[in-house]
């Protein structure tokens, strides 16, 4: 397996753990992405090199990863994530993504490092609601120097303050 492989090995079992561990009621598409942030950020912050490999898009509601949505639809498609769209309903017809793990994640693709980032952010933001973790993201450096639509740069990851 190449390195590219595995990064998206690792991403995918990023989201398994996430969906199994942390999929509180407010676990939609959006907090997921936010997670997804802390892992490869806050990895890169303290290791120098982020978990996944993802890049990351600035979007209206935060960092957004640019593979997050291929990945997700590999997964249901190998039979380990199912995905319900949920109306919540509104003027809009807000909708919320419903994840249910199938597969439990498989753990060996991380090494020891990463598994403590994992399981840290999963611990830190489990509780979190949508709105709180994305008003975290917006006051951290990467999202706020980057502008809408641009790749958002792993250097300002130093100055993130979250404590795992």
């Excluded at 498609?77 to 995905?83: A, D, M, N, P, T």
């Excluded at 609601?129 to 706020?144: G, R, S």
Aim: include cysteine; proline fraction near 2%; glycine fraction near 6%.
């Amino acid at each position: 397996m190449d390195k590219k492989e595995k990064q998206r090995e690792k991403f995918k079992n990023a989201i398994l753990y996430f969906v199994r561990y942390c999929n509180t009621k407010d676990l939609g598409a959006t907090k997921l992405n936010k997670l997804m942030y802390y892992l490869d950020f806050l990895h890169y912050r303290d290791f120098k090199v982020s978990v996944t490999g993802a890049d990351y898009t600035n979007k209206d509601y935060g960092p957004v990863p640019d593979s997050i949505n291929s990945i997700i639809v590999s997964l249901q498609k190998e039979r380990k994530l199912k995905v319900d769209k949920k109306v919540l309903g509104g003027k809009n017809g807000v909708t919320k993504m419903e994840y249910t793990g199938i597969e439990k994640p498989n753990m060996s693709f991380f090494n020891d490092k990463e598994e403590k980032t994992l399981k840290g952010v999963c611990k830190k933001f489990k509780k979190y609601a949508t709105d709180k973790i994305v008003a975290q993201t917006h006051l951290e450096a990467p999202w706020f120097y980057s502008k809408k639509g641009d790749r958002i740069n792993f250097k300002y990851a130093q100055s993130i303050e979250v404590k795992l």
